[in-house]
C-alpha cells in the first residue's frame, strides 16, 4: 500500500483545513487508516482512526468534537476534517495504514502497529 497525504498548510487560528490521505496498492478496505502528527522533538502521537469498513472510528481525546475523520473506499481515500484549528495543532501530519489484525482503540493509537506510512503533510496554525 502506497499512502499520498495532502491538504496542509497554513491556516488561522479558528479555521479548517481537510487532510486528505489517497492509498494505492492492495485492498484498500482491508486496512484500518489513522492519522498522527509530529512536532520536532516530540514522538509521533496518535490523532484518529477509522476501521476498515468506515463503522468505527476513534480520536485522542483532545480533538473529540474537533476533528472528524472519515474514508470513501470507492476512492480509496481518507479524511481529517480539522475545525476551530488553534496554533497547538501546528504539527506535520501523517497517514497509516494497518491491517485487520488491529482493532480497537488500544490497537489503532500504538504507531508501532502501522504498516504503511505516508509522506506526512505540514500543517501550520498562525494565531
Known amino acids: 500500500v502506497q499512502l499520498q497525504a495532502s491538504g496542509g498548510g497554513l491556516v488561522q487560528a479558528g479555521g479548517s483545513l481537510r487532510l486528505s490521505c489517497a492509498a494505492s496498492?492492495?485492498?484498500?478496505?482491508?486496512?484500518?487508516l489513522g492519522w498522527f502528527r509530529q512536532t520536532p522533538g516530540k514522538e509521533r502521537e496518535f490523532v484518529a482512526a477509522?476501521?476498515?469498513?468506515?463503522?468505527?472510528?476513534y480520536y485522542t481525546y483532545s480533538v473529540k468534537g474537533r476533528f472528524a475523520i472519515s474514508r470513501d473506499n470507492a476512492k480509496n481515500t481518507v479524511y481529517l476534517q480539522m475545525n476551530s484549528l488553534k496554533p497547538e495543532h501546528t504539527a506535520v501530519y501523517y497517514c497509516?495504514?494497518?491491517?485487520?489484525?488491529?482493532?480497537?482503540?488500544?490497537?489503532?493509537?500504538?504507531?508501532?502497529?502501522?504498516?504503511?506510512w505516508g509522506q506526512g503533510t505540514l500543517v501550520t496554525v498562525s494565531s
Open positions: 497509516a495504514a494497518v491491517g485487520d489484525y488491529c482493532s480497537g482503540y488500544g490497537c489503532y493509537n500504538d504507531s508501532r502497529r502501522y504498516d504503511y
Open positions: 496498492g492492495r485492498t484498500f478496505s482491508s486496512y484500518a
Open positions: 477509522i476501521s476498515g469498513s468506515g463503522d468505527s472510528t
